[in-house]
C-alpha cells in the first residue's frame, strides 16, 4: 500500500512536472519561417509589394525600414516596442535621442498592418512585421534574401530610457561598440557586418559634425567636402542629410568597407571599425570578399532577429502597431 501511494504521487510529480515543461515550451516558443504557414500564408506576398513601392517611391526608404528593425531588437528585445507612441502608462521610444527627429518608415508599417489585417486578421505581430520588410527593404536595394524566423509577439510598453542606453551612439570608440553589441549577445562579427547596414541611407549634420571637424583618422579631401553641407555651429544645418556610402548611397553591397579603409566613414562610430583596432582584418576581409559580407550580414541579422523576443503566451497582436492592446 505504501508502495502504492509513492507511485501515485511520484506519477503526480512526474504529470506537474510534464505541465511545467509544455507550459514553459508555450511561453518560449523558438521563431520559425514556417510559423504562419498555415494561419497566414500569403503573409510574405502580401509585405513584399508594399515594401518595393515605397523603396520605389523613395530609395531611402529602404535603409529607413532596415534601421527600424535594429532600433526595435536593441531595445529590450524585437518586440515592436519602437512602434508604440507615448501614452498615459508610458513614453514611448520614438523621442529617444537616437530616434527623435531620424527615425522614419512608420507609415510603411503602418500600410502593410492594414494590408496584413485584411488577409489574416489578429494573427500577424508587428514586431514581424518589421523583421520581414527589414528583409524585403535590403532585397529590394539589390542585397541578400534570407529566410525571415517569425513568431514574435508584440509588447505593451515601451522604454524611453532604454533606447537613450541600449543604442549605440555615433560617437561610440570600438570598445563601446564591441560593448553594446556583446550586450545583446551579439559578436564582434555581427558588429561589424551588421555596420555594413550603413551602406544605404542616409545621417543628419548633427551625428558627424563632430567626426568631421574634430577627428584624425578622415581623409581631408572628404571631410572638407562634408563640412560644405554641414556648418561647424551646432544648431546649424543640423538636419541636412550626407550619404552614408558615398559611392553608391541605394544599392546594398560592400563599398561600405572600402570607404573605411579609404578613412571615408562618415560617422566617427563607421570609422572606428577600421582605425587600427581588432576590426581592422575583418574590415578587410568584407571590402575584397562580398560573398563573405552577405553571408555574415545575414547570419547578423538573423542573431539580431532573436534577441530576446516575446513567444507563445508572452506578449500579445495588436492591431495597430502603434497602439498598445
Given at each position: ?6 507511485s501515485?504521487?511520484g ?29 497566414c ?20 526608404m529602404?535603409a529607413s ?14 518586440d515592436?516596442?519602437v ?5 498615459s502608462?508610458?513614453?514611448g ?6 530616434n527623435k527627429?531620424?527615425?522614419?518608415g ?9 494590408a496584413?489585417?485584411q ?9 514581424d512585421i ?5 528583409r ?8 541578400p534574401t534570407?529566410?525571415?524566423l517569425?513568431?514574435?509577439r508584440d ?17 561610440s570608440?570600438?570598445?563601446d ?14 558588429l561589424?557586418?551588421?555596420?555594413g547596414a550603413?551602406?544605404?541611407?542616409q545621417a543628419?549634420?548633427v551625428?558627424?559634425r563632430a567626426?568631421?571637424y574634430?577627428?584624425n ?6 571631410a ?10 551646432s544648431?546649424?544645418?543640423?538636419n ?24 571615408k ?14 576590426t ?11 560573398t563573405q559580407?552577405?553571408?555574415?550580414f ?8 532573436n534577441i530576446?523576443?516575446l513567444?507563445g ?12 492592446n
Amino acid at each position: 500500500m505504501a508502495f502504492s501511494s509513492t507511485s501515485s504521487t511520484g506519477r503526480a510529480i512526474s504529470a506537474l512536472a510534464m505541465l511545467v515543461m509544455v507550459s514553459v515550451g508555450v511561453a518560449n516558443a523558438q521563431l520559425d519561417a514556417t510559423f504562419y504557414s498555415t494561419t497566414c500564408p500569403n503573409l510574405l506576398t502580401t509585405v513584399q509589394p508594399v515594401v518595393q513601392s515605397a523603396v520605389n517611391t523613395e530609395a531611402r526608404m529602404g535603409a529607413s525600414l532596415l534601421r527600424l528593425f535594429f532600433h526595435d531588437c536593441f531595445v529590450n528585445g524585437c518586440d515592436g516596442s519602437v512602434l508604440l507612441v507615448d501614452n498615459s502608462t508610458f513614453t514611448g521610444e520614438q523621442n529617444a535621442f537616437p530616434n527623435k527627429n531620424s527615425l522614419r518608415g512608420f507609415q510603411v508599417i503602418d500600410q502593410i498592418k492594414t494590408a496584413v489585417e485584411q488577409a489574416c486578421p489578429g494573427v500577424v505581430s508587428c514586431a514581424d512585421i518589421v523583421a520581414i520588410t527589414a528583409r524585403d527593404s535590403v532585397v529590394a536595394l539589390g542585397g541578400p534574401t534570407w529566410n525571415v524566423l517569425l513568431g514574435r509577439r508584440d509588447s505593451a510598453t515601451a522604454s524611453l530610457s532604454a533606447a537613450n542606453t541600449n543604442l549605440p551612439a555615433p560617437s561610440s570608440s570600438l570598445n563601446d561598440l564591441i560593448s553594446n553589441f556583446s550586450n545583446q549577445g551579439l559578436s564582434t562579427t555581427d558588429l561589424v557586418a551588421l555596420s555594413g547596414a550603413h551602406t544605404i541611407g542616409q545621417a543628419r549634420c548633427v551625428n558627424f559634425r563632430a567626426h568631421i571637424y574634430n577627428d584624425n583618422n578622415i581623409d581631408a579631401t572628404f571631410a572638407t567636402s562634408e563640412q560644405a553641407n554641414c556648418p561647424s555651429t551646432s544648431g546649424s544645418g543640423d538636419n541636412n542629410l550626407s550619404p552614408l556610402d558615398l559611392q553608391t548611397p541605394t544599392q546594398f553591397d560592400n563599398n561600405y568597407y572600402n570607404n573605411l579603409i579609404n578613412m571615408k566613414g562618415l560617422l566617427h562610430s563607421d570609422q572606428q571599425l577600421f582605425s587600427g583596432g581588432s576590426t581592422n582584418a575583418l574590415v578587410s576581409t568584407y571590402n575584397s570578399n562580398p560573398t563573405q559580407f552577405t553571408t555574415d550580414f545575414v547570419n547578423g541579422m538573423i542573431n539580431m532577429g532573436n534577441i530576446q523576443p516575446l513567444t507563445g503566451s508572452n506578449g500579445g497582436i495588436r492591431t495597430n502597431c502603434a497602439i498598445a492592446n
